[in-house]
């Protein structure tokens, strides 16, 4: 039976309206939770809210002591985060040495490590405890410390120096983000850099520089240096590259109420940190992009970059042996990297020539430095590549964000699972031998 025009007409209007209003019904209500977040005193609302005032290092890192919060996720909604007294990122408290027959690992590293807009029980370090302790009844501590800021990694090395080494650890995983982790090495050894670095066979002294004159850092001074002319093979599309910042929580969800779930898993350009500043996004050294360390022909500057790393890696493994503890370093990829439309997406909008990038340099650099100095590395990329492609589901949180979101932990603790298990069975080996 069909309906008259007039009565066809009136139906659809009705739908719309139901529909209009059902909408404005979600967002009133999301707002509404928004703005009385952020007048509770027990909520924060950003991942920065986490972290110790002017960004000191306490006994567990950079993160704040007994913080408790609910935090945007990236989608509209919001996750949980606790650190502990000690500025862990658990629910759990730990004592300085760990108990007879308690197996203590450490996880540092920055945002990928901490769990950036992730729930608690969902960073890949928590989902690796919970698998040891269900794995025979193991015994498992894992330890979530933020290395801060200042020279990353080598704030984690002086992190473990200083604070990390006095939790008597059993084995370190250091995580490599492969987006800034080079970049910051070079910046934290640069003569305008915050640390001084001296390796020996048999030390190794990190220091602070004091009274630094014109410091570098990513705008001051990195964002002089420019990705090489022949990187590119047309003019980027600007207006599409990232945005400054994350939508509020409202526009996200209206934005995804139009869009449905397509709006985060259809392919995305990763952002550009300049782009944010009003720099043109075509930077050797992008800390969120990251793009200078895939050049095949990089300039000086880059190579530099990754024997300054491989000088901290050196100093990392040093200490760690002086103190018995099994050292694993474990690397976090591009969104590109692991999910090949965005790569696509990436190379049409910023105007790239693929053939001056190879995609898996890094990972084969870190990867050759790490077997030939007896250094375990644990690389997901190809596994959560074939998971992506498996389940066709975005790993990686939307607007092109460079952090995974809950999926991409859990891509990563599958990936890293059979790794993660030697390097606990050549630990549990030692702690044996040496009762």
């Known amino acids: 039976m069909k309906l008259h025009p007039a009565k066809k007409k009136k139906v ?67 996750v949980r985060w606790a650190n502990n007294s000690s500025g862990f990122r658990s ?47 193991l015994r498992a501590e894992i330890l979530i410390a933020h290395e801060g800021g200042g020279g990353c990694p080598l704030s984690g090395l ?35 850099g915050p640390y001084d670095l001296e390796v020996s066979p048999d030390s190794v002294r ?43 929580n409202a526009i996200m969800l209206i934005r995804r109420a139009v869009a449905g779930r397509s709006l985060a898993e259809r392919p995305q350009a990763i952002k550009s940190y300049y782009r944010s500043l009003n720099y043109r996004p075509d930077r050797l050294f992008d800390p969120t992009n990251g793009l200078g360390v895939y050049l095949k022909s990089p300039p000086a500057e880059m190579h530099e970059a990754y024997e300054q790393l491989f000088r901290v890696l050196a100093a990392y493994t040093i200490f760690c042996r002086q103190q018995g503890i099994l050292l694993a370093v474990t690397l976090f990829p591009q969104r590109f990297q692991v999910q090949p439309g965005d790569w696509k997406k990436t190379v049409e909008v910023y105007g790239l020539d693929e053939a001056a990038f190879d995609l898996m340099l890094p990972n084969k650099g870190i990867g050759d430095y790490c077997k030939a100095n007896g250094i375990p590395c644990i690389d997901p990329t190809r596994d959560m590549a074939r998971i992506y492609e498996h389940e066709k589901r975005n790993l990686y949180l939307p607007e ?36």
């Open 12 to 78: 659809f209007f009705w739908t719309a309206l139901i529909l209009s209003s059902l909408i404005a019904s979600i967002v009133a209500a999301e707002i509404v939770a928004v703005v009385a977040a952020r007048f509770r005193g027990d909520s924060h609302i950003d991942f920065e809210d986490a972290f110790r005032d002017g960004g000191s290092l306490g006994k567990g890192g950079a993160l704040k002591e007994n913080f408790r919060a609910f935090m945007e996720d990236g989608y509209g909604g919001r």
């Open 91 to 137: 629910d759990e408290e730990y004592s300085l040495q760990p108990g007879h027959g308690v197996l203590r690992i450490m996880s540092l590293g920055d945002s990928f490590v901490a769990g950036y807009r992730v729930g608690q029980e969902d960073t890949f370090s928590y989902l690796l405890q919970q698998w040891l302790r269900n794995k025979g009844n």
């Open 158 to 192: 002086y992190y473990l120096m200083n604070h990390g080494v006095n939790w008597t650890p059993h084995i370190l995983i250091l995580g490599i983000t492969l987006g800034n982790d080079i970049a910051q090495a070079y910046i934290g050894l640069h003569p305008r």
């Open 206 to 248: 990190l220091t602070l520089r004091e009274g630094v004159k014109d410091p570098i850092g990513f705008r001051h001074g990195l964002e002089e240096l420019e990705l090489p002319g022949a990187c590119f093979g047309s003019e980027p599309d600007a207006g599409k590259i990232g945005h400054g910042a994350f939508y509020s």
């Open 400 to 435: 092109g964000d460079m952090h995974w979101n809950k999926l991409g932990h859990r891509a990563y603790f599958q990936a890293a699972q059979s790794s993660f298990a030697e390097i606990v069975e050549i630990a549990l080996s030692k702690m044996s031998a040496k009762k």
